[in-house]
């Protein structure tokens, strides 16, 4: 029993490898954006949260902006794979090409987040970098496998990456949440941050991730 758990991991990567240029794969790939773009909105409540005592009103407005264009990005991201799973073979490689877009604009937008922060608390500061990194891996894992799926190619496996393909496989949309949610509220001695962050996990409840900030979470 134990051996068949130890050995669940590898089958369900190797499944993942398997289905990338799939539509299935498109399938959790809708579902990591779903978790995604609460994610990047609980970013920007954050810093609201933590304005006056940690963040000043220019970040806040630095990352409001950026937040609001990441967050019209991945919903645009979210119908266009929702159109790319519904669509005939002929229509797939334009949907995908925009799917693309989306994803480069969203990281784009998720990327410029930090050189525009000027936070001197070094416990929010800390924070933010981290939950920010933790999204824009996220994203930039997508961005990698998209061109894949265009090719109808399966990537290389873990470990044997060649010269012309090099990957790095999204995290599950279960998984994000899981790694999302640990570092939103680690505590990091900081009162008013880690009674902020207490009240922004986010849930994954089936298909679709669903979420509240500032304590309103359920």
């Not at 824009?136 to 190619?153: N, R, T």
């Amino acid at each position: 029993m134990k051996f068949g758990k130890a050995m669940l991991a590898p089958t369900l990567c190797v499944t993942l490898i398997c289905t990338a240029c799939s539509t299935a794969w498109m399938s959790e790939a809708e579902q990591i954006v779903a978790a995604l773009v609460p994610a990047a909105a609980n970013i920007v409540a954050l810093v609201a949260t933590m304005q006056g005592k940690s963040v000043s009103a220019n970040d806040l407005e630095a990352i409001q902006n950026a937040g609001s264009q990441a967050g019209s990005d991945l919903q645009l991201l979210q119908s266009l794979i929702a159109a790319y799973q519904k669509a005939d073979a002929a229509a797939q490689p334009g949907i995908l090409n925009q799917i693309q877009a989306a994803i480069n604009a969203a990281q784009s937008a998720i990327g410029g987040l930090l050189p525009a922060l000027h936070i001197k608390d070094a416990a929010t500061a800390a924070k933010i970098t981290a939950v920010v990194g933790i999204v824009l891996s996220e994203i930039q894992s997508l961005a990698s496998i998209v061109p894949l799926v265009g090719a109808g190619a399966a990537p290389a496996p873990v470990g044997m990456a060649t010269t012309r393909t090099k990957w790095q496989p999204p995290l599950t949309a279960s998984e994000f949440v899981g790694s999302y949610n640990a570092t939103m509220t680690a505590k990091t001695g900081n009162v008013d941050l880690d009674h902020a962050t207490a009240g922004m996990k986010i849930h994954l409840h089936g298909k679709f991730a669903r979420w509240a900030s500032v304590g309103l979470l359920k």
